[in-house]
């Protein structure tokens, strides 16, 4: 009788232990997450180096090399988009997709008029943000029975093309733009929740899956403009091509050579975020999965490609979040240079195939 007792005793206590332990982890995942002050300087990162990798690597590059420009009436001339419209399209891209954030250019001095601030807190910020280049105006909104964050970020001059347009621009309420001006704001919108306290920076977390999707959202939406209508669009009219040497060349850089180059431009920040191109079928051997959880992630993604591969992980002293996207060919030009090429292990690719991953990495608060 006794050493029955003990035996409840024991499978009592030992109930109420996995108990309390199954609730601390519970709560430890909800303290797991990302501010929205810090899920929004992650997306601008990301808008502001794919803009910079457009402006200085592709417009830039061929205004130095070839007769192709950048102009306003890009379509008809077959020249490149001005800059600016790159990010516009790319956020129509991004915002169609209805995840929740949205972005797009403001100006006090814009060519079109698309781009004025449609609010008195855009304004407001847009006027701080030119005082303060170095800094980021915020606020938090209720709408339509939810709170909002919002952020205008500086957007600055990286190229001539952006300051000639501007200064040249008949339309143009300024005309003595330099570079390194800040010439406008990109303004960053998302959800918070219909409960969030209005001081939500300090008190609420965003999911890490949620802003993966946002930055994910910003990347795939500059990769499919470049390939669809700047890589794509100029080799159908035989005006330019798109070469793995386009440093050395009158050509322009591949499409996964375009997401490279910003990936590079972000390491360079130190923000704690890095994105990387990786693939079973790489043609550039470093573009391998270098560890289980990016193969795995890889052969997930190829069979299940709704819905990204993702963990928490442990850097150094710090907590992360790790996530591997679908990538999949989304022009003829993908899967032509993916087939064609002497180094590549698979030569069938079709539209739509998943071709490899994009893999997103960003610190925890």
Not at 24 to 46: F, M, N, Q, T, W
Request: a positive charge; one cysteine or more; glycine letters at 4%.
């Amino acid at each position: 009788m006794k050493t029955f007792k003990l035996r409840i005793i024991f499978i009592t206590a030992l109930i109420l232990i996995l108990c309390s332990n199954f609730s601390d982890a519970g709560y430890e995942d909800e303290l797991l997450g990302v501010s929205p002050s810090r899920a929004a300087e992650l997306i601008h990162k990301v808008i502001e180096a794919g803009r910079r990798t457009y402006s200085q690597k592709v417009v830039e590059h061929l205004h130095d090399r070839t007769f192709i420009k950048a102009s306003e009436n890009w379509e008809k001339e077959d020249a490149l988009p001005l800059p600016a419209q790159f990010l516009s399209m790319s956020s129509e891209i991004s915002n169609s997709r209805g995840i929740g954030m949205k972005y797009r250019l403001l100006s006090l001095w814009p060519i079109n008029k698309n781009y004025l601030p449609r609010t008195e807190n855009e304004k407001i910020g847009l006027e701080e943000v030119v005082k303060k280049t170095e800094k980021s105006f915020s606020w938090v909104i209720a709408r339509d029975g939810q709170w909002y964050y919002e952020a205008i970020f500086p957007d600055i001059a990286v190229s001539q093309t952006c300051v000639s347009c501007h200064n040249n621009h008949p339309k143009s309420p300024k005309t003595d733009f330099e570079i390194d001006d800040v010439m406008g704001g990109i303004f960053i919108d998302f959800p918070l929740g219909r409960r969030t306290p209005k001081n939500a920076d300090k008190k609420f977390l965003l999911a890490p899956e949620v802003v993966a999707d946002y930055v994910h959202s910003v990347l795939e939406a500059n990769r499919m403009i470049y390939a669809k209508h700047i890589v794509n669009r100029l080799e159908k009219r035989k005006v330019i091509y798109a070469k793995e040497n386009w440093q050395d060349d009158k050509t322009i850089m591949l499409p996964a050579q375009f997401l490279l180059n910003t990936a590079k431009i972000i390491n360079k920040r130190k923000i704690g975020l890095d994105f990387k191109l990786i693939s079973l079928f790489p043609i550039n051997p470093d573009n391998s999965p270098v560890n289980e959880f990016e193969r795995r992630g890889l052969e997930t993604v190829e069979v299940h490609p709704i819905r990204p591969y993702s963990r928490y992980a442990r850097i150094g002293r710090k907590k992360a979040f790790k996530a591997i996207y679908p990538d999949r060919a989304v022009t003829k030009g993908c899967i032509n240079c993916h087939n064609s090429h002497s180094s590549s292990p698979k030569s069938n690719f079709k539209l739509d195939d998943v071709m490899g991953g994009i893999f997103v990495n960003f610190l925890l608060d």
